[in-house]
């Protein structure tokens, strides 16, 4: 496959992709496989990846603003990140 932009070859590698579900949500999908070219910045989704990825998200409930899930595991429910307690201010006494 070549690159839409400079006819470069699309190799396919394992990265993360951040993806906005609103203007208050993003998702990050660990370890998902895409074509990225050798000769520019572009990469893209295969269909069948985008269709899975897309499937992830769609069965996400709503909660954290930002997490990470795992996209290559096959089996067995997706995790959450924890919240982190993140008020540091907040002084006893
Ligand atoms: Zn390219």
């Known amino acids: 496959m070549k690159c839409a932009v400079?006819?470069?070859l699309?190799?396919?590698v394992t990265t993360s992709?951040?993806?906005k579900l609103s203007d208050?949500?993003?998702i990050?999908?660990?370890g998902i496989?895409?074509?990225q070219c050798g000769s520019c910045a572009e990469s893209l989704l295969e269909d069948a990846v985008m269709a899975r990825?897309?499937?992830m998200l769609g069965k996400l409930d709503g909660g954290a603003e930002l997490a990470v899930i795992r996209y290559a595991a096959?089996?067995?429910p997706t995790r959450r990140l924890q919240r982190t307690a993140s008020n540091g201010g907040c002084a006893r006494g």
């Open 17 to 19: 992709l951040p993806f």
């Open 74 to 76: 096959g089996e067995g």
């Open 53 to 55: 990825a897309d499937a």
């Open 10 to 12: 699309m190799k396919p």
């Open 28 to 30: 990050i999908l660990k």
């Open 24 to 26: 208050e949500r993003i």
């Open 33 to 35: 496989p895409v074509l």
């Open 6 to 8: 400079c006819s470069g």
